[in-house]
């Protein structure tokens, strides 16, 4: 609770003392002090305030948690990665989970940051159309193994069910529809997609969309979610554009803003990283892959052991471990730069999941954030700081608010907004983790607090777990 010093001045929990304040949802870029009560920032005063705990900020940055749309990595390793990064919120919101409170049922109780999922679309259908129980990407230590449901049309039964725990996951918290729909290209069609967005458009409920893919930088899987949007009013949110439109991101991002005009709900991410990750036995790499990412089996590599492939071992490998995840090495920094410039881009990590140092992955979720901070606002000057906490921080939340409205807490640092946040040197921040090394965290990051709780200190990583499940309005929390 709030307290007095002697003298009747206020004494807050927790005082962020002295630093560069940079709130672009309040529109603050100055020196200034924070006071938090009750895991709320309760004052923000270009006055020193008085705490019970003081963080000196002093030549040090002071900005929202970083909101995370995009990652698989509900784990000890990941969380601490994230957090190391700035990142204060963590979700799987393109694959999701079903039921949702199946997502991270690990880490409940012992998480850095906050967590939470969508509704799983690939979970909803593969319970319905065989019976499994897959509920979501990683569960119970492994990943999950694609089956039928991934190539098989439905049913109208089948789809009246799928309709009906869509709602059911919904009800339960779920933030928005997972939709995999380029993993599922042959089993999803017309009539089942528009189901899906008459949920969506139905519960105000963003459709986190990984969009059919075709040859490199064809707009038509991206051309069929703006008309679905258009046409039934869902909220759509694009997965990793750089990663879909390729080259061509210039071109779907002026799809997206017609579209939007003619009114769409339409918005996007990227990651900053210049290969894509995923298992070497899906329906992408069994088709014409080489020419829809402009890459041969030399620019594919074994995540857990930086192995380079050729045919022969790709086909191998594929056959006797499909489920093993590759990097394929196929975007251009150029395209990452076009991505990035672009006005309401967010910045996601679509992190892959990571368990122990030894199993390998890719580095997207050490060092996305603090790769944004080092190298393309201090180093290159691409964008500005403002800018870019607002790509990573303040427009995730805002996309958010529509389906859970408590992320309007988020993102922000103004009265009454939730203590999540970080504090940097804007001098030192930098990603280390390589294709290599995967799990080098980063530099830089000298304070993290969620939900008014310290977890980063002077640097150092300590006990506090005080991250908590995010769900939807209305749903109860574990």
């Known amino acids: 609770m709030n307290g007095a010093a002697a003298g009747g001045e206020q004494v807050y929990d927790l005082v962020v003392a002295g630093g560069r304040l940079v ?17 709320v920032v309760a004052a923000v005063s270009d006055r020193p305030l008085s705490g019970r705990e003081v963080i000196d900020a002093t030549g040090k940055v002071v900005c929202p948690g970083f909101v995370d749309l995009h990652t698989h990595t509900p784990t000890d390793l990941g969380a601490y990665l994230a957090v190391r990064s700035g ?60 089956g039928k449901a991934f190539i098989v049309p439905a049913t109208g039964e089948q789809l009246a069910e799928m309709e009906r725990r869509l709602h059911q996951g919904l009800d339960a918290g779920g933030i928005g529809i997972g939709l995999l729909l380029d993993y599922m290209s042959r089993a999803i069609d017309a009539d089942e997609l528009q189901m899906i967005g008459e949920v969506a458009a139905d519960r105000s409920a963003p459709i986190w969309v990984h969009v059919r893919r075709g040859a490199a930088g064809d707009p038509e899987g991206l051309d069929e979610m703006l008309v679905l949007s258009r046409n039934t009013g869902a909220p759509v949110h694009v997965c990793h554009i750089n990663a879909s439109a390729m080259g061509a991101v210039d071109e779907w991002l002026r799809r997206i803003e017609v579209a939007n005009d003619d009114g769409a709900d339409v918005t996007y991410e990227m990651f900053v990283h210049t290969a894509g990750s995923t298992g070497i036995g899906v329906h992408a790499f069994r088709t014409d892959w080489q020419e829809r990412f402009g890459i041969t089996y030399g620019d594919v590599q074994v995540a857990a052991t930086g192995e380079w492939l050729t045919e022969e071992r790709f086909r191998r490998l594929q056959e006797s471990d499909p489920n093993a995840t590759v990097i394929h090495h196929y975007m251009q920094e150029e395209w990452i730069r076009t991505g990035l410039v672009a006005e309401d881009m967010i910045i996601a990590t679509d992190a892959m999941p990571c368990f122990d140092l030894e199993t390998k992955s890719v580095p997207n979720g050490a060092g996305t954030h603090a790769r944004i901070l080092g190298r393309y606002v201090r180093d290159e000057q691409l964008i500005g700081l403002s800018e ?19 992320f309007a807490r988020k993102g922000r640092l103004g009265v009454g907004c939730d203590a999540d946040l970080v504090v940097f040197d804007a001098s030192t921040i930098e990603d ?15 304070h993290v607090v969620v939900g008014g709780v310290p977890v980063i200190s002077d640097g150092e990583f300590g006990d506090s777990r005080p991250g908590v499940r995010q769900l939807a309005s209305g749903a109860e929390p574990d």
């Open 87 to 146: 990142i204060t919120t963590a979700l799987e919101l393109e694959a999701g989970a079903y039921p949702t409170s199946a997502y991270a049922v690990e880490m409940v109780g012992r998480s850095p940051v906050h967590f939470g999922a969508s509704t799983g679309h690939f979970a909803v259908r593969a319970n319905v159309i065989e019976g499994a129980d897959e509920p979501c990407m990683v569960h119970s230590g492994r990943l999950f193994r694609p």
């Open 432 to 446: 280390r983790a390589t294709y290599l090394e995967p799990y080098l965290e980063a530099v830089g990051v000298d």
């Open 388 to 406: 870019a906490v607002a790509k990573m921080a303040l427009y995730p939340a805002e996309r958010l608010e529509g389906v859970a409205p408590h």
């Open 23 to 39: 709130d672009p949802g309040n529109h603050v870029d100055a020196i200034r002090h924070l006071g938090v009560t009750d895991g």
